[in-house]
């Protein structure tokens, strides 16, 4: 597929499914890859799926309880879905904040808190890109080697959804208090990995 053509709106397991997926927007790009890891993250960090919803109005009630309301533009677009003709968004009674949903030992981590809030933004147009995860300071521990891009440039392309496919740019991992040390064997040699 081209630039600025439509994809389908089904696409992987509910559970990491980003609103715009939700709603059957069919104009979507890398973000909702970026909603997904902020879901798989959430995941390991509490040991169950974030918003396990039972359908698609399940899961989208179940964001809409932690994050609020969706954008104007997805509840057109899910007044307009065929899918959900004569179906309403159920609102939620009460409010399950981020913090709440994953273990107290991380919810008071700033650093956690913001990783999944930069992941979770319900906006594709505001969600961190990966590039831009990658420099978060979540990882300071870490020393990364991503190639250098003209980010605004990137940005303004990503934002005009004229890219269709970015490739994850490749990475090299070390941790810093494995550097100075010898030469691992094949089997150690993926203990430079960051335990979550």
């Not at 089904?10 to 979507?28: K, N, Q």
């Not at 799926?49 to 359908?55: D, M, R, V, Y």
């Not at 009674?93 to 709440?100: D, R, Y």
């Not at 979770?120 to 300071?137: F, G, Y």
Request: charged content about 25%; proline content about 8%; aromatic content about 10%.
């Amino acid at each position: 597929m081209g630039p600025g053509e439509s994809y389908t709106d089904y696409v992987a397991t509910r559970w990491y499914r980003a609103p715009e997926l939700l709603v059957g927007d069919t104009m979507y790009s890398t973000p909702v890859d970026v909603w997904a890891i902020g879901c798989v993250f959430a995941e390991l960090l509490s040991g169950e799926a974030l918003w396990p919803g039972k359908s698609d109005l399940d899961q989208l009630y179940l964001i809409r309880k932690t994050l609020g309301d969706l954008l104007p533009r997805h509840m057109t677009i899910f007044s307009q879905n065929t899918f959900f003709q004569g179906m309403a968004l159920p609102e939620p009674t009460s409010v399950e904040p981020l913090q709440k949903k994953i273990p107290q030992r991380y919810s008071s981590n700033e650093l956690v808190l913001d990783f999944l809030h930069k992941c979770l933004d319900k906006d594709p147009m505001v969600r961190w890109t990966c590039e831009q995860l990658l420099r978060h300071p979540i990882f300071e521990n870490f020393l990364f080697t991503v190639p250098h891009s003209d980010h605004e440039e990137y940005e303004k392309s990503r934002r005009a959804q004229v890219q269709s496919s970015p490739l994850l740019p490749q990475l090299i991992v070390t941790d810093r208090n494995q550097q100075n040390k010898n030469k691992k064997t094949e089997l150690d040699s993926r203990s430079h990995l960051p335990t979550i």
